[in-house]
Each structure stands twice: as structure tokens, then as C-alpha cells.
């Protein structure tokens, strides 16, 4: 196994440096500090900051599997709540340019984070207050259904409160 | 196996579960309608409890009362879920279908049948059977789901499944997801019961409810374990039948005229 | 019994070079193709919901099939006692890793999430076959790894036999695993029967066998080493044993099926209305593939050294277009939902689906089979596989 391993990492590898030669690569010593935006709702996080600069990938790594496998659906640590407190108040979406939150600390660190693969990066029911977000025109309808819909409503009830 | 398969869903919210089937009897032994009790439970289920198997969501399709050239329960689903209509799609054979509308004609009486097809549910999923890492799994209240999290795009659900109920996310999505429903490049996805509405408490998926409001009333959703739902009502009055029956796979959606 | 010389290939021509090169492209070709489709989803590829498995699976399939059969070789010489066959079992143990390795190469790199590699190496779901199977071809690379050392090293040599008889059950777990990824669907209907565990593991010796003397003969006439009539001849007629075999099979599975009137409509498809997939199998798989090879290894031709190599090029070839009838085949045709009605739906029920493998499908797919070629062009030079001669003389001593 190791073996193949071993090989399988060679070949992707040099697959990898192949790919990322194209890429932006930061300048060694240069690289900008990141830009750490105070959260837009609320005065403190779930935890104290140093512990959720250290450990934010363990908590949200439970909860996820607690929420997809079990259906526990609590509020504290779940990913939504992350976004809706830090997105940008600029983009709405805590990924969608280099200063948004998550984006900013990570691509400083060179962790890679897969999490947007799948999830939104913007708050439930902000998507129609940025325009932008409507990369297709067949989205508005849906857009315009999400605004309107008692669901969206709720959802910034619980946010704002 | 299917028993092995059952345990270990179960076996992380086992204490969970003993203490809320506990009071639920504990509650039907008092109560004078313990139906209702258990309904009232089964939709309500706080945030921080885990599904039970005491619930088993499930679906009836009522072939007869489904609207030819109608819709509207596949136009909810692309919007609740945030998949691209097909009609829409500049690669409509890879665009994601998470629910369709299927004709179906007899040939020699020309009778003709229309229905919704979808993920049916099934008590012995043949997804969960042959997924490698385990993404593909059936929740504790019988809502087969997939794992983004663990889902390595290995397509090998999609060979297994009977109905062809899943696709794969074949291009990126580029952040148009709905907060509320995750979905992704590389992955495999089907129809999940519009869990996350089921979670909220909203006791109806987007299909069934876009169907009533149409008038239609061909699909209804409930709890296919309370003898009192709506749904088990129906189930005990109405002959259905399971698609592909002979397979034996316990499905979670009946249909009705077929 | 007579004491044979292995010796590493020079491996320090032009010719080597090119060859070493050009493989090494390929392979080249293949990464990029993977990247590409990495990149962008498996929405540049011919694949869809329709067809789910595409070209990189028939490689890798045929790879991962045609590796376990090329341990055959090496097989007969300790699991059997073959004397003859003792100087062509490291070759044998090689070129079944390097097969394998490709295989699974494509197999992993078809992935929608590739990158997640490790999950399926940290989460297992032990009723998935898949799963089965990635124990199997672990195992696999330990034990035919430990029976080429015992090959190698004088020290453990005493060892061979037991680790030549593990890797010979293991691998035909492993074929018989392989055989039900398919075996194990119940929802297609060309797939769901246990005749698709030996039927692989038959076309396994086939295909192997076909790709070990195409390599072999390349490896002697490339390097000048002398290769003896005695190995071919013997080579050729298990190859025509396996051939027949692997007919008897296909046969078998067919006339099986036409018995049931519920597969007839399927089986229409396959053997009479399917368009590139009739003509796959007509053409490619039965006369390509076995016919054809059959008559020219049975006879006259069967004693010329070119017409055994245009023979197994054809068994290889053939087994390709198996593969894709397999594979693919059984895919195009739709789910039988609701038997006796005609289906019809945006989702494409109802309907024969097509398929056009895309370039980036078969780069991968290619480059699988390069890094197999490059791995033992490389094996060979720098470990003492080959011996250095297998004259008739040499070759006969052994058998006494």
C-alpha cells in the first residue's frame, strides 16, 4: 500500500507543481498580513478568540458530523452562524474576495479550505440584497421566491435577535 | 448486514434516543390520543435532538390525481434545493435532477401514467450498501442522505441505484447554493426528503406543498410510523405499490395508480 | 536443475531512451488530462448522470483485470512446479505491479473528488465491494512485493513458494472482487450474477497472459537477448486454452440470459440493436478478440513468432471493447423502472443513452497504461528481472 501510495504522491505531485506553477505564488517575506474583520452582529464569539483562532476547525468538525449524520441542528458552532455574524459587510460572503474573513486568515496561512465547494458563503436571505451574488439571470426567480419567502424572514429574525 | 448497518446508525444517538423513546411512551401510556403525542414530538424535535428511528418519513404519490404537463412539485424542488431547472442548463445530460416527471404509456392498452421519480428511501438503500467511505447513509428517521463530507465522487451509488435517483454535481457551482442546502462539484447528490425543512419543523417538503397549492394533492408527506398521520391513514385505505418491488428494498415512497 | 543468469537490460541506448521518453510523455499527457478534469468537473468529460463510468474505467478495469492475470506465469512456476517456467516468473510478478499501479491510477484520478484520496484510505463501509477492494489491491502490492523479493534474494528464496501460492489466492480474491463490483448491482441488468466473478478472473489469464508475451518478445528482440521457440510455443497454447475459455464464458452468460424472457430486451440490445455497442461486441470482443486470434494461433500462422504477437495485440484489443460492452454497454441502456411501459422524462429514462469519451478521458486512461509500460521498461533496468538468454538449449535443460 505504502508503495502505492508513494508513487500515487509522486505522480501527483508532480502533477500539483505543474498546476500550481500558474498559480499567484505569495512573495516569501512579503506576504500581507491578514485582514481580520470585527464580526458584524454580536460583541463575542461562541468561544474566546484565542480559542477560536486555534481551534475553530474542531468544533465546526463535530458539528458537522452531529448535523449530517444525527440531525443535530444546534446553533452554537454550526457553520451558518459563522457566516451570518462574519460576512463582509462589503461582499455579503465571507469568502468571496482576499480581505473576507475566512479567506483572508487562510490564504495567509496556506491552509486550503474546501468548505465553499459546497457551502454558501453568504447569510440566508442576503443573496437578494447583493446583486452580485445572481451570476446567472435564470437565479433571479429563485432569488426573488428566497426574498419573499417566510423562511428567509425567520431566519433574520433569529439574526437579528 | 442491514441489521449491522441499522446498529451503527443508530449506535451515536443511542442515549438520545432511549431517553426520547422513553418519554414518548411514557407519554402514549398517559395520554388519551398517543398519536398525536407522537406527532407533536416527531415535528417539533428540538435542535439539539438527534433523528429518531421512531419516525419514519416517507412519501405517497398518487399517480391518479398527477397533473399531466404539470410541474410545479420539480420547479419547488429546483428552488428550495437550488438546482438549475434542467431546461435551463447549458449541459442538461450532466445537470442534476433531483426529482423528475416520468410518462409512462402502456403499449398495447395506451394508458397513460404520470409521477413524480425521485430518491425512494429505501429501508435496504443499495447506495449505502455499496459506498465505499460510508457518505452515502440512511438517517435515523430513514432519509437517505449523502455525506458531503466523506463523498469521493466514486459514482458507484449511482450504478447501484435501481431509480436512477442521483447525480453527479459535475461542474462547480460557483456559490449559488442555498445556505440551507450544501451542495457541490464532485459529489453525488439525490432528493433529501427537503431535510432541512424537516429539521426546521415545517412537517412537508417543498414538492409536497407546491402539489397542494396547485390543487393537485398527489403527493403527501408524513411519518410513515404514527398509525395517526395523515399519511398512514392513507397508506392503510389506499393500494400502492412500490416501484421495482421485486427487489425487495422497503421503500419510503408509495405510490398510488401505478 | 540447471542454474539460470538474470541480468538488468543495458538500458543505456537511444532506442531505450526514446522508448523510456515516449512512455514518460504519455504519462505526462495523463496528468494533464487529470488536472484538466480536476479543474473543471467531470463536465469536460463524455460522462453524464446517463453514463456514470466512462473510458477511464474501462482502462483501469482492464489494467487492474489484465494485472492480476500476468502473475499467471509466475503462478505455474511455484504454485504448480513448472521448472520452465521459473526464469519468466519475475518478469510475470513485475509487469502484474506495474499493470495494477496504472490501473488504480486511473481508477483514483476518475474521481469527482480525487483530492480526497485519503477519506477512502480512513472511512470504510464494509459492505461496499469497493471497499473489499481496496483491501484487496493493498494486499495485493504487499504480496506479489514480498514474492518478487523472494525471487530476488538468495537469502529468502526458500520462501518463494509460500509467498508464490498467497499471491495466487490472493489474486484470484482479487478478480473474483473485481468481477463483483459489477456482480453486486442488482439494479442493471447485464450485471447482478456470480457469473461475472470467474468470468473475470478467466478474462484476467487472457488478457495478462496476451500483455506478458507481447512484453516479453518485445524485451528479447529489443535487447538481442535470445528467446527460445520451446517458451513461446508453450506460452501460445495456454494462451489459446484461455482464449477458448473466456469464449466458452461469454457464451455461457448470453444463452444464459436469452433463457429469461426479462433480460431479452437487453440482450437485443447488446447482440442485435445497440448500434457501436452490437458492433463492439460482434466485432471486437467475439471475433477480434477470440475468433480471430483462435484461428491464428491454432494454425499454421501459430508458428510464426509475428503472427503470435499480431494474435495477442487482437486478444488485448478485444478485451478493450469487452471491457466497454461491459462497462458502458450495460450503462446505455435504460433502468427498467416499470417493465412492459414505455418511459419517458427529462432525466432521459426511457432512452438509449449515447456516450463520446472526451480527449481528456482517454489521455488518463493512456497514461494508466504508459506508467504500467514505464514502470517495468524501468524495473527491468535497474533490477536483474530478465534472464540473459532462453534458448531452447537453456530452457530445456530446466526441464530435467
Redesign the interface.
Known sequence: ?K???A??AV?LT??AL??AGSDDQPKAGGAPKPVITKAVKGEQCVEPTDTMRRDHMKFLDHH???A????????KYSL?EC?NCHASETTG?V??SKDDFCVSCHSYAAVKI?C?????????GSAAMHPL?A??A??K??LA??AASK?SAEEMAGVAQ | MSELNQMSNQAPASPERRRFVGVATAAAGLAIAPGVMLVEVAHGRPEDQAASSAVRWGMLVDATKCATGCNDCVTACSTENGWTPVAESAHPKQAPQWIRKLELQDPLTQMETNLPMMCQHCAEPPCVDVCPTGASFKRADGIVLVNRHTCIGCRYCMMACPYKARSLVHESLNDTQKPDVPRGIGCVESCTLCVQKVDRGDGNTACAEACTAAGHDALLFGDMNDPESEISKRLRELPTKQVRADLNLNLGVRYHGI | MASITFREVEGSSLKYWLLFGGLGLFVLFGALAWNHMHHYGHVVTGMDNQIVWGLPHVFAVFLIVAASGALNVASIASVFNKPMYKPLAPLSAILSLALMLGGLLVLVLDLGRSDRLIVAMTHFNFKSMFTWNVFLYSGFFVLVGAYLWTMLDRNVKTYSKTAGTAAFIWRLVLTTGTGSLFGFLVARELYGTAMLAPMFIIMSFAYGLAIYLMVLAAAYAWTGRTLGDAVMMRLKTLLVVFVAAVLYFVVVHHMTNLYFTKYHAVEAFILRDGGIFTTLFWVGQILIGCVVPLVILLSKLGTQRTWIMVACALVVVGGVAQMYVTIIGAQAYPLDMFPGLIESSSFYDGVVHSYAPSVPELFLGLGGVAIALLVTVFAIKVLRLLPASLDDATVAKLEH
Open positions: 500500500m508503495r502505492l501510495l508513487l500515487g505522480v508532480t502533477a505543474a498546476w458537522r458530523d452531529q449530517v449524520i444525527e440531525g443535530v441542528r444546534t446553533k451558518k457566516i460572503s469568502a468571496a474546501d465553499f465547494d459546497c457551502h454558501s458563503t453568504k447569510p440566508q451574488n451570476e446567472t435564470h437565479y426567480h429563485k421566491a428566497q423562511v
